[in-house]
């Protein structure tokens, strides 16, 4: 709870920051913007010690667990660079940018995820 509350203060600390200097000099309201993310993320990375035990304790009690977690992780991680990635390029009005960004994160996760896809479909087809 204590991280979260710090994180948003940083972010609408940028975002104030940002708006004021935006008008006079928009590619160091862009830097800023980067430089807010950088430590709200290095300020949550706290917590993927405790994510990664979780995926150990998992993968201890099944077997062929890397499998179903790592595509999830993986897609997770995609999920959250293709979000911020995307809203840096709409915030310096490269809208088309960030479109491609979207693309290529969509793809990344179908292509991170097919392996989960295809245990999923043996299991189907070994219970018929």
């Not at 917590?47 to 062929?64: D, H, P, R, Y």
């Not at 595509?71 to 995307?86: D, F």
Request: charged share 10%; glycine share 6%; proline share 2%.
């Amino acid at each position: 709870m204590d991280i979260i509350i710090k994180c948003s203060a940083i972010a609408l600390l940028s975002c104030l920051i940002c708006l004021i200097i935006k008008r006079t000099n928009p590619e160091m309201s862009v830097v800023l913007s980067a430089g807010a993310i950088v430590i709200i993320i290095s300020a949550a990375m706290s917590f993927a010690s405790a994510l990664i035990q979780l995926a150990a304790a998992v993968k201890n009690i099944s077997e062929g667990a890397d499998v179903l977690i790592t595509p999830v992780l993986k897609c997770v991680g995609i999920g959250a660079v293709t979000k911020i990635t995307t809203e840096l390029c709409r915030d310096s009005s490269q809208s088309s940018a960030a479109a491609a960004v979207d693309m290529a994160g969509t793809l990344c996760a179908i292509a991170v995820s097919m392996p989960l896809i295809m245990s999923m479909l043996k299991m189907i087809g070994g219970m018929t």
